[in-house]
């Protein structure tokens, strides 16, 4: 299927590993050229050499976006090696599980600066070459947003600010010709949720199937999902055959949202 993606520009927040660089590595398949964007400048040299290998293009900036400017710095960065922004999926951003009491002020500061405050600076920033080329925003988020729970006040605090700000975007886009939508994933195979099943195992003695099957059937969903679905959805999502889509919030867990 051609989605019309050859010759696009792409930031990809968050993309030296799991669902970002998943969604780095689809939408340069269809022929985009793609920013990675992280903390860790290692991992995203390897991206881009994945990247490179299909023969398409790719460039990294190493940053952290909870620094003040560094949106700035990025989109300036997008800017003078492309001179266009066509695409920018705003994934960064990770936060703590755990005990409500347990959990510090920093905590929930972090957790805010790092996704929540990540995502409302950098489409600030990248709002004008977004209007230019009447292009696409999509923000990676998370179920938690839409089903709280009790190991996971913050993140689900941080990701229903984040759909309520995207759903917001999305009315300005209306007017700007600029594309926003969100997709919320469920569980899905990165280093986090390996971290998650080795202390599911260190804590109830299972092995690593057992823990998997348990993990999935807690989360009541299908199966575990990989970085590779996300990212097939997203580069629909951000396609000539996805643009009719406005303001959606697209959860993809397997069916493990049970609301409305």
Same mark, same amino acid.
């Given at each position: ?10 930031? %990809? ?14 939408? $340069? ?9 992280? @903390?860790? @400048?290692?991992? /995203?040299?390897? %991206?881009?050499? *994945?990247?490179?290998?299909? !023969? ?8 952290? /976006?909870?620094?003040?400017? *560094?949106?700035? @710095?990025? %989109?300036? $960065? %997008?800017? +003078?090696?492309? !001179? ?15 005990? =409500? =009491?347990?959990?510090?002020? *920093? ?8 996704? =929540?405050? $990540?995502? #409302? ?58 594309? #926003? ?16 099943? $080795? ?13 998997? +099957?348990?993990? &999935? ?10 970085? +590779?679905?996300?990212? !097939?959805?997203?580069? =629909? #999502?951000?396609? +000539?055959? !996805? ?14 949202? &049970?609301?409305?």
């Amino acid at each position: 299927m051609q989605l019309g993606l050859a010759g696009k520009v792409a930031l %990809v927040t968050g993309s030296s590993r799991g669902i970002g660089r998943g969604i780095a590595l689809a939408l $340069a398949e269809e022929g985009a050229r793609v920013m990675l964007t992280g @903390r860790d @400048r290692g991992a /995203l040299d390897e %991206v881009a050499g *994945e990247v490179r290998k299909r !023969g398409r293009e790719a460039h990294v900036h190493a940053g952290d /976006l909870r620094e003040a400017g *560094e949106a700035e @710095r990025l %989109v300036a $960065a %997008v800017r +003078e090696r492309y !001179g266009r922004l066509d695409i920018l999926v705003n994934n960064a951003g990770a936060t703590k599980r755990g005990d =409500f =009491f347990a959990l510090s002020e *920093e905590d929930w500061q972090d957790g805010f600066a790092l996704k =929540f405050f $990540a995502h #409302v600076r950098l489409a600030r920033a990248a709002w004008p070459l977004l209007k230019e080329s009447k292009g696409s925003l999509l923000a990676i988020v998370g179920v938690g947003g839409r089903t709280p729970s009790a190991d996971f006040t913050i993140g689900s605090t941080v990701n229903a600010s984040c759909l309520a700000f995207t759903k917001a975007l999305a009315d300005i886009g209306k007017g700007c010709g600029v594309q #926003v939508n969100a997709i919320n994933p469920g569980a899905v195979e990165t280093a986090r949720l390996k971290r998650n099943l $080795a202390e599911l195992m260190a804590k109830t003695g299972l092995d690593e199937a057992a823990a998997r +099957e348990r993990f &999935r059937l807690e989360h009541g969903s299908i199966r575990i999902g990989r970085p +590779e679905d996300i990212a !097939g959805l997203a580069a =629909f #999502v951000l396609s +000539e055959r !996805g643009h009719w889509l406005h303001g959606a919030i697209i959860d993809m867990d397997g069916g493990q949202t &049970r609301t409305l």
